[in-house]
């Protein structure tokens, strides 16, 4: 034992008690918090029964968390914290064949070409100012996309690179009337025109980011707005009106030194009718190729405000009421509460000073990232610094900021450690239900056995039931779920086989038609020049077709079509030594091409388990040699 396991230093004493509250005893909890001296703060709560769903039993909420710089969306029930599903979108991923197959590749586009993808901020469509469970969308700050996710199935459909810009950050949907738009930042300020024309005069190049929004539907990118400053987070309001970023470098600086110089930087409002009705009259450019239509939002136009807030804020969260944006300070102790109904006010220019929009700016600790909210009026903010959450409430809070002496402060809870985001349930919808709330620590240093350097990050499950905040959960997560949603789980009804109309695959089978074949009956081999298409079906544990033969050098497109219709039995199809693995699961049609380079046997095998005769699930492909 080093001198640091004496228990005489208070942090050692607080995890000591902390190690005896999980274990549950009442006894050894009142002694220690009687001895301890701690705080309401500090104190841990003991577990809830809540979490423990038993064995067979079903989770009350689905959660969708981001994958962060890995790539993929994961799919979890709450309040179990058990993983359900993973669902790639930026990544590739061996077991499903994502960017490996012909319809994930047709989803890509010219992304397919990268690797990588860096997804933050999950967001679910919304009717009316609730989800509607349709679509789930999310950013891709590394390649600068915007991906779409059906939720009927769990599969990524579309996906969209965003012109003009780089790195896409903050992401909303547009909650009322419905999700027409899906609101996204571009982060990084570039020079226009990005050619390398004007690299010698970057100082006097233009130089600016742009505001974007998606049609939710098409997948198109609908409009673009030039900002002064850069983009961070948004969100929308609940009017369908206006959309606010937060900007960290109102000073267009390239360092870090210049990006925090100033005491205040500022949330830009984004004037949606406004933006529109310009766009109807004509009201716009392009940039270089791309068709879309670029509006002017920087300072003086009527697009847009600019409203300061103290320093490099970062989250930017609708409260479910309706009626505040949160800009959450990062580098200021506070929070800024812009008030909704004033903003009419503000872009008819009635004040004159843009402030006037701000209800309150409480002060709730050091490094408030993001805040969520559990519909009764407390804001729970997370202190990146203080490896806190905050609770507090919003009337207080504008009651304190207008003179009265009243606090705001409910509560702070100690998190392990490092909060980014937090997100409590039904938190972006009308119908927030304040029951659960997932914190997303970026540290989590001691709280797990040691994996080597490259620690897990921990999602920690609070209950915010009641009056005060319960820890009952620490779930360990892999690179980097910077956020998610949780929504309850009658609000979806996802399949539980395909039906074969289905468009996530229509165009592979309008291929076979052309070729004269019938996916659900057919085993047929196809050869147009040196490209030779392969159809067969697959009912557990057989391949319709145990052998076909190519020549070398052929272009080879494998269709697997599963005529199983019982749920659960998934079929693979992996080609050894050719780098093809796919998943073709009940009433699915999955195809890949790859090019048949080797002469010889080549044994291509069923890689999701089937059946007790899984392991006989194969063929050969006999590649005759050029
Ligand atoms: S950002 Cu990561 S903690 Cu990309 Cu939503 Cu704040
Ligand atoms: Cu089919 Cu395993
Ligand atoms: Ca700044």
New binding site residues.
Partial sequence: MSNKDNHQEPSEHVKLSRRLFLGGSSALLATAAAGGGLSLASAPALASDDINVKPGELDEYYGFWSG?HQGEVRVLGVPSMRELMRIPVFNVDSATGWGITNESKRVLGDSSKYLNGDC??PHISMTDGKYDGKYLFIND?ANTRVARIRLDIMKCDKIVTIPNVQAI??LRLQKVPHTKYVFCNAEFIIPHPNDGTNLKNLDTAEQYTMFNAVDAETMEVAFQVMVDGNL??TDACYTGKYAASTCYNSEAATTLGGMMREERDWVTVFNIPRIEAAIKAGDFTTLGDSKVPVLDGRKGSKLTRYVPVPKNP??LNTSPDGKYFIANGKLSPTVSMIEIDKLDDLFDDRFEDPRAVIAAEPELGLGP??TTFDGRGNAYT?L?IDSQVVKWNMADAIKAYNGEDVDYIRQKLDVQYQP??NHASHTEARDADGKWLVV?C?FSKDRFLPVGPLHAENDQLVDISGEEMKLVHDGPTYA?P??CILLRRDVLNPKKIWERDDAFFAETVAMAKEDGVTLERDNKVIRDGNKVRVYMTSVAPNYGMSEFTVKQGDEVTVTVTNLDMIEDVSHGFCMVNHGVSMEISPQQTSSVTFIADKPGVHWYYCNWFCHALHMEMVGRMLVEPA
């Fill in positions: 962060g933050h901020h700050k950050h903050g961070d987070n970062h989250g990232l993001h997370t990146f980014g985001h997303l970026k980097e910077h956020d």
